[in-house]
């Protein structure tokens, strides 16, 4: 999986948990809480659809890892890499 | 002398049912014979009957608050907001903190456990897929919670769980609350979810008490020799009660005055009613309305078409209303379905514009009527004008033995 199609999941994902949201916009640089209504239980749900949707676990002390879509791109895309996607 | 508590009259009404979202359109319905009950898919159970509303939840919520949620939240807050806006109470200087919001509830939390055990079944039962919504879905405060969050409401919100009986305690509570002074305004009544959860479906089912029928619109049918049980239904209705001095004070509408109310227990079955308590239950709020049988007008039964329990009411309620030439007696589950912890707050509301157009609902659905609920006076298939509607008396029931009674009378300065 490339970074842009990492972005992409996670994009899915927050499209699914913010739907009032405008995500269309999203800086990948800028932290997401910096850009929209995303609250710390929201922030547990992308954890979980993580773990339901593609099977990645994310230990709570990496969770600063999630902070930006470009960090999310850089952390996670080894991980769908190493489950094979 | 005695202690003269403040008179508490009804300023607003909020609600949704399975045949209509606010009172004019259930009671245009009501008087037109039009039900609300519709074919619905019930988890591992398949195709049932089910009282389903059909409200704008997005008129005042979010998607992702809905997402978030509980459908009993999203029933009370739009519940609330419509009883809000018809109380006319200018509610953004009003202090949040002198209102109270009071619901009342049969159950609450199932649907949520169920739905995450069915998702959980999805991972092999694995618990770390366990949401983190599930506490504050299942809270049982959740439903007034969700009220008190969406209004930005921080007087005291809570539920009072009291099985079927739960309508009209949500009332009754209030009303109370409102004497003792705890608050100046109340948001009050009872929600249902219940047709989201499968267990309620078949624990009726598991006690031969679930309605059928080949057409959802007959089924629910109270009184009729061919009844065979509830059909369960969701709903909402919460009204706004204030006391009398401040609903004056600021010109608002009033719908009618507390009159009296009682809430006993059977202390005699899980789930079998007691004509006897419900006898006293009716009598102790006559009681404390200062009333006598013959001074009420309608009364409307918690009758839910179960076998032996519409017997048992009409016992009950031919007992006390038994030389009552004005009474009439109507139901309102023939149309709904059984509302469960709307049921008390929905009936009520059904009935209220009585003592505009001195108009009585029927109960529909009887075809055939069974002489042992065949009480003198009871209002069938056709609504019926009469002369005189200044006191109404709603009756609720539930299991462990709760009895609700609530008198409504016509306000007179």
Known sequence: MTKDETKQAVLDIIADIAPDEDISNLKPDVRLRDQMQLDSMDFLDIVMELRKRHGIEVPEADYPQLASLDSCAEYLTPKFTALGK | MSFQPPRIVITGVGLTAPNGNTLSEFRKNLLDGVGGIEKKEIRYMGELLAGVCHYDALKYQTKKELRVGTRAGSISIYCAREAVADSKIDFASFAKDRIGVYVGTTEHGNVETENEIYAISKFNYDTKYWSHYHNPRTVSNNPAGEVSLNLGITGPAYTIGAACAAGNMGLIHAAQMLRLGEVDFAICGGVSESIHTFGIYAGFKSQNALASHADPLKASRPFDKGRNGIVISEGGALY??????????????????????????????????????????????????????????????????????????????????????????????????????????????????????????????????????????????????????????????????????????????
Do not use: W
């Open chain 2, 240 to 413: 706004t009660l204030e006391r009398l001095d401040d609903a004056i004070a600021r010109g608002a509408k009033i719908y009618g005055e507390i009159a009296g109310y009682c809430v006993n227990s059977d202390a005699s079955d899980y789930v079998l009613p007691n004509p006897g308590r419900q006898a006293e239950c009716v009598r102790k709020a006559l009681k404390s309305a200062g009333m006598a049988p013959q001074d009420i007008h309608i009364v409307n039964t918690h009758a839910t078409a179960t076998p032996l329990g519409d017997i048992q009411e009409c016992q009950a309620i031919g007992e006390v209303f038994a030389n009552c030439p004005d009474t009439y007696i109507n139901n309102t589950k023939s149309y709904i379905g059984h509302c469960m912890g709307a049921a008390g707050a929905l009936e009520l509301a059904g009935n209220l514009p009585s003592f505009d157009d001195l108009t009585v609902h029927p109960t529909i659905n009887v075809d055939d009527l069974d002489p042992q609920c065949a009480l003198p006076n009871l209002v069938i298939n056709q609504p019926k004008t009469v002369g005189k509607v200044d006191a109404i008396l709603n009756n609720s029931f539930g299991m462990l033995g709760i009895n609700s009674t609530l008198i409504v009378k016509r306000f007179v300065a």
